[in-house]
């Protein structure tokens, strides 16, 4: 005999929806991100986050999904995603940064942002944005026609 445990859906946000910054475009990404990056670091080790987004384009939160060195990060998709649906996201923007300073997306960058907008559709939750961010400026694939 085995017990299996009981799964329960519940949503408190901690925050009133009429005071959330609405990100109308990747520039206002980019200025909430660097309000939250350890800017100590974002010349070293490289961060992957996610921004959950109301149906109104409304920021609910920030995720840090993964830090990792200079060259890299890991990126689950699996993570991605259960914080955006735990968050109650309507869609995503992808963010991360170059330590290098250098705003290119690499073949790598390209090819997880392809595999993450496919699941995004799956589960009707569209990524909208990925940014590659370094403290001096920042690259939108939206607005490099990249997605």
């Known amino acids: 005999m085995f017990c299996i445990s009981e799964v329960q859906l ?5 925050f009133k929806r009429s005071e959330l910054p609405i990100i ?14 350890d800017m100590k670091t ?11 987004l109301s149906r109104s384009n409304k920021l609910l939160g920030i995720y840090e999904v993964s830090k990792g060195g200079f060259a890299g990060t890991v990126v689950d998709p ?7 649906l735990k968050g109650c ?11 290098s300073g250098n705003l290119k997306p690499s073949q ?16 009707d939750l569209p990524v909208v944005d990925h940014l590659i961010v370094t403290e001096d400026g920042y ?5 490099e026609g990249l997605l």
């Not at 309507?90 to 330590?99: C, E, K, V, W």
């Not at 790598?108 to 589960?123: C, Q, V, Y």
């Open 24 to 37: 109308s475009e990747a520039r206002d990404a980019y200025n909430v991100l660097l309000e939250h990056w």
């Open 139 to 143: 690259l939108s694939f939206a607005e």
């Open 78 to 84: 699996k993570i991605i995603f259960i914080a955006a």
């Open 108 to 123: 790598s960058d390209i090819s997880i942002t392809k595999r993450l907008i496919e699941a995004g559709r799956i589960l």
């Open 10 to 14: 519940s949503y408190t946000p901690k």
């Open 42 to 52: 974002i010349n070293l080790i490289e961060h992957f986050y996610v921004l959950l």
């Open 89 to 99: 996201a309507s869609t995503i923007i992808l963010a991360h940064n170059h330590p």
